[in-house]
């Protein structure tokens, strides 16, 4: 459902389906768009707030509504497709917004253009909510994800949600992993740096865009490939961000400067915490830095 940039369209997500969503809007400046919305949603139709799996809005929830939406929605997923401005210069920010905006919302996108892929996401993440699977400490998680570039250049990302997971058989969870890991295969390619001190880096690259390169870390012939090229077993492996990814023997030279890269990590966009694994030839992983701070969502605080 589409909308001008002024308006703040509101999408309500039920239980996690993806063919029961309730609209809202109200103006983009309103303090209180998404409580608005919520308002109209329940003219529409009584639902309750439990209800509610995921929203999302065209315009970054103020203060106001950051707190509402804490109280009333506390579990949901939350995105947006525009930040507010930190002033009051609105003109500014509606008239990039115009600029960008794609012709639809990019949750909606995603879930009609996108194409699944594994993503990383850690313990700072909705994980209620998102469908999980460990991979280490209960720290580093596996999950699905419909995703897409929009033409404006953003990320489109739909979420496989907790419920729906659990609903699915065996063969139904196979047949979305070999889907999923042959997207993220297709076009997957290493890059290699030789450094006469240091030893081999090699970046992992997928694309133009390299979306969802990190996640690479869980193909099965990852580690094999990647030994191959710098010529050691046991792998120091750098997720700069879920599209970045460098890695090097445990024995190079490259190590600190590998984890010197995640600990200052600007990365925010994900749910994913920048983090250095060890990885050896039997499949063990093990997370031996991350960025201090790790990520809170934005729409988190309050």
Not at 88 to 96: E, Y
Not at 127 to 139: E, T
Not at 205 to 214: F, S, T, V, Y
Not at 241 to 251: L, R
Request: net charge negative.
């Amino acid at each position: 459902m589409d909308s001008p940039v002024d308006v703040n369209l509101v999408v309500f997500q039920v239980n996690g389906r993806d063919d029961d969503l309730l609209h809202g809007a109200a103006p983009a400046r309103a303090e209180d768009a998404v409580r608005q919305a919520w308002r109209q949603v329940q003219e529409q139709r009584d639902v309750q707030a439990s209800e509610v799996t995921r929203i999302h809005s065209t315009w970054q929830p103020s203060r106001v509504d950051r707190v509402f939406l804490a109280g009333t929605f506390p579990r949901a997923e939350r995105t947006h497709d525009f930040d507010r401005p930190d002033g009051d210069d609105w003109d500014t920010a509606l008239d990039a917004a115009a600029a960008a905006r794609a012709g639809q919302d990019s949750f909606v996108q995603a879930e009609r253009d996108g194409e699944w892929l594994p993503i990383l996401h850690t313990y700072d993440g909705p994980l209620k909510l998102y469908a999980s699977l460990p991979l280490v400490d209960g720290r580093l998680y596996l999950g699905f994800a419909k995703t897409t570039i929009t033409p404006a250049g953003r990320i489109g990302m739909s979420h496989l949600l907790k419920n729906r997971f659990e609903a699915m058989t065996g063969d139904e969870l196979q047949e979305l992993l070999d889907e999923a890991c042959g997207n993220l295969a297709r076009g997957l390619r290493f890059g290699v740096h030789d450094d006469e001190a240091k030893g081999r880096l090699v970046s992992v690259e997928r694309g133009d865009d390299n979306l969802c390169a990190a996640s690479a870390i869980v193909l099965g012939q990852f580690h094999d490939n990647v030994a191959h090229h710098v010529g050691e077993d046991r792998l120091i492996v750098g997720l700069v961000s879920p599209d970045h990814i460098y890695v090097a023997g445990a024995s190079s030279g490259w190590v600190e400067e590998i984890t010197d890269w995640v600990r200052t990590s600007p990365d925010t966009s994900g749910d994913l915490v920048p983090t250095v694994l060890l990885i050896d030839g039997s499949g063990n992983m093990e997370i031996i830095a991350e960025r201090p701070t790790g990520r809170v969502p934005a729409d988190a605080t309050v």
